[in-house]
């Protein structure tokens, strides 16, 4: 069964370093998402990116963010200078299509732990 | 999105029926029931989702009131891996942000 992959399992990082999270989505998808989870606290929504543009954020994901599909099967999420606060699960997750009148599933990776430290 | 409201804990005896509540009072006519369930702090895992007719797959089914206005997840068999959080969301068709509550933490005793 297809499923979405993500890349390392655990970064561990100084503050204010640039870090990369990969994501592979499933190959047929064409809608991407990033979500965050802080320890003990509900799953965020951050991004969703659709035909090589962010389509929707949340107030989260700001100027030290940004996506980016840098090949056909890669989806990454960079954050260019850690905080502390940036510590959290990441999941990276991908949906078939999202069209007017009906939505897609989306489907989840394992996730990627960030410790900044 | 309408706001879904789940019980915060709720135990089930392996072998027997977990039964979920989700309450969406607020629901709108375009809007799906999805369900999602998390172990420890793994990716969030797709379980079923309905529009308006109750549905049932691999894993559980979903029973939706005919007002819309709650829904039941029913895990007929019940073992210990599906000790998790379940969740219960509301998402208008078109949307691309699924928007997480606390869920219900379901705790399957042996």
């Known amino acids: 069964e297809p499923e979405v992959t993500q890349t390392p399992s655990h970064q561990v990082t100084q503050m204010g370093q640039e870090v990369i999270l990969r994501c592979v989505p499933i190959?047929?998808?064409?809608?991407f998402y990033w979500y965050r989870q802080i320890l003990g606290q509900k799953v965020e929504f951050l991004v969703s990116?659709?035909?090589?543009?962010?389509?929707?954020k949340s107030e989260i994901f700001d100027d030290q963010f940004s996506v980016e599909r840098p090949d056909g099967s890669n989806f990454t999420l960079k954050i260019r200078s850690t905080k502390l606060e940036d510590s959290a699960m990441y999941f990276c997750?991908?949906?078939?299509?999202?069209?007017?009148?009906?939505?897609?599933?989306?489907?989840f990776g394992p996730g990627t732990r960030l410790t900044v430290l | 999105d309408a706001k879904t409201t789940q019980p915060p804990s709720m135990d089930c005896a392996e072998g027997r029926a977990a039964n979920l509540p989700c309450n969406h009072s607020t629901i709108s006519g375009n809007e799906y029931v999805y369900w999602y369930r998390q172990i420890h702090s793994q990716g969030p895992q797709y379980i079923i989702h309905?529009?308006?007719n109750n549905e049932t797959n691999e894993m559980a089914s979903l029973i939706i009131t005919e007002d819309r206005k709650s829904s039941t997840l029913i895990l007929p068999h019940a073992t210990l891996r599906d000790t998790a959080v379940y969740y219960c969301?509301?998402?208008?068709?078109?949307?691309?942000?699924?928007?997480f509550g606390k869920g219900t933490k379901l705790t399957v005793n042996p």
């Open positions: 990116f659709y035909n090589n543009e962010i389509s929707e």
């Open positions: 997750a991908s949906s078939e299509f999202v069209g007017r009148g009906w939505t897609d599933t989306q489907y």
């Open positions: 969301i509301v998402i208008k068709s078109g949307s691309e942000k699924l928007v």
């Open positions: 190959s047929n998808h064409l809608y």
């Open positions: 309905g529009l308006k």
